[in-house]
């Protein structure tokens, strides 16, 4: 592949740019400050990234310049308003947010700090997931010398912005990433999504004006503010600008998290930059973005990495998680894997995704098994109709049911035959799988 302008890691290489006297040598708070000293105004920060076409990294790809201007104008609105940062990152699949965290937390705070000023937060709430222990270390101890360097709290900068930065860890719930959910956790309850509308730019954490973003997203806005939208959008494509984090895991020599242009094609990641599949072996499909985001089969390689192409294909860029598999595979017991873990996160409030993704786990178990009948891989695509997309509170159970619209659409012939030979056709002949532990394992 070729070389390609990088920014995101470029100070996540440099040694020591966790601390803020590295982090500041090589440029981190250059943004704010100056934003801060050219009294460039909130609505200019909106235009240059609604300009620059920056789309959230979280998922939906949603473009952050509009989700900025939806928050109310505070002469008409004096509430407090919020930030919250989504650094849950729970995606099966998705772990590019913890490099960010991990190597560069000034350049992620700076990124907070941008977008705080840009929508008027008073406050920055960052919901970490649990597990992050050493990502939420690394954004603690920054936080400490950015606060006593006079970059986070009280007149930052000697400016009048005010602006305190407080960090929350999950508990391990997939769901507390949905930004409704997140908000209920951080409100001290069980995180359970609510119902939108009301949007969070109207009613938020406490019931407060809130904007929610992701990690990977506020990273990008200072080198925005710095650089400008011309030179964003220099890179990428039309509708998909700027670089973003490529996680790519599974079946390959190489894995890892890389900053790749959008519009890279497929193929270039599993054979360039990844080194191929491992093992000398043959493609069998691939996850483009995360779990959630329908497997494509080995003859879509060509696709490029980017919001239109990939969607094109029926499935969606997601956190751009690549998750890639081998000849050997077997679909059925990887989507297996994936239903359950849907089952285990559900958290329970509509029934269609409460009932629908036991059910999923339950027929992919018994296809698996060998005691699957034929009529059950049609169920699997009506009960995942029943489930998506948009029929429920929020959007997990459509992350259930569109890999299983995928994989039966494109792997037909591998349920087929795991009903025919009454045995998964990837074990030794009279062998079984383990049943998995855990939750749902009863059904
Ligand atoms: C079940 C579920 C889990 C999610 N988990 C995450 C997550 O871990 N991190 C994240 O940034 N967005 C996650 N999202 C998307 C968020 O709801 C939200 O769209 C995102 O944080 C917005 O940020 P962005 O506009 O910067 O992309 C999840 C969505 C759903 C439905
Ligand atoms: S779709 Fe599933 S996870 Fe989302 S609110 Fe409904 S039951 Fe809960």
Redesign the pocket.
């Known amino acids: 592949m070729s070389q390609h302008p990088t920014y995101l890691l470029d100070r996540a290489k440099i040694e020591g740019a966790h601390t803020l006297a590295v982090a500041q040598k090589h440029g981190a708070y250059e943004a704010l400050r100056k934003i801060l000293k050219e009294g460039i105004t909130y609505a200019q920060v909106i235009q240059v990234v609604k300009d620059s076409g920056l789309?959230?990294?979280?998922?939906?790809?949603?473009p952050?310049g509009m989700?900025w201007s939806f928050m109310p104008d505070p002469a008409k609105d004096p509430r407090p308003r919020y930030l919250?940062?989504?650094?849950?990152?729970?995606?099966p699949g998705?772990c590019k947010?913890r490099v960010l965290m991990e190597q560069d937390p000034h350049g992620f705070i700076e990124g907070c700090l941008v977008a705080a000023y840009a929508i008027r937060a008073q406050a920055v709430y960052i919901y970490v997931?649990g597990e992050y222990r050493h990502p939420y270390n690394r954004v603690f101890q920054a936080l400490a010398e950015a606060r006593k360097a006079g970059l986070v709290g009280k007149r930052i900068l000697g400016s009048d912005f005010d602006c305190e930065v407080w960090m929350h860890k999950g508990a391990g719930a997939?769901?507390?990433?949905?930004?409704?959910?997140?908000m209920e956790s951080l409100e001290g309850k069980r995180g359970h999504?609510r119902p939108k509308p009301p949007f969070p730019a109207m009613f938020g954490l406490w019931g407060q004006p809130t904007?929610?973003?992701?990690?990977?997203?506020?990273f990008n806005a200072p080198f925005i503010v710095n650089r400008g939208a011309a030179w964003f959008q220099s890179m990428g494509t039309k509708t998909s600008t700027g670089n973003l984090l490529v996680g790519v895991s599974g079946h390959v020599n190489r894995p890892g998290v890389y900053e790749l242009p959008f519009g890279v094609s497929c193929r270039e990641i599993v054979e360039d930059v990844c080194g191929g599949v491992w093992k000398g072996k043959r493609l069998k499909g691939f996850f483009p973005g995360g779990s959630?985001t329908g497997v494509l089969p080995a003859s879509f390689l060509d696709t490029k990495l980017e919001h239109d192409a990939i969607k094109a294909t029926g499935s969606m860029l997601g956190?751009a998680a690549m998750i890639v598999m081998d000849e050997d595979t077997c679909m059925v017991r990887a989507h297996e894997i994936i239903a359950r873990f849907y089952e285990h996160?559900s958290c329970g409030q509509c029934s269609q995704c409460r009932e629908g993704t036991q059910w999923l786990h339950q027929i992919f178990r018994r296809i698996e098994n060998g005691e699957g009948r034929h009529e059950d891989i049609d169920m699997l695509v009506t009960l995942s109709q029943g489930m998506a997309p948009g029929k429920t509170i929020?959007?997990?159970s459509?992350?259930a049911a569109i890999p299983t619209l995928a994989v039966v659409k494109h792997f037909r012939s591998e349920f087929q035959e795991h009903v025919e030979k009454g045995a998964c056709p990837h074990l030794p002949a009279g062998t079984r799988r383990p049943v998995l532990a855990g939750h749902g394992a009863a059904h």
């Open positions: 789309r959230g990294r979280g998922g939906a790809g949603f952050t989700k919250a940062v989504n650094a849950d990152e729970s995606e998705t947010d997931r997939y769901i507390c990433g949905e930004e409704t959910g997140l999504p904007t929610v973003n992701n990690v990977e997203t506020v959630s956190t996160e929020c959007a997990l459509d992350a």
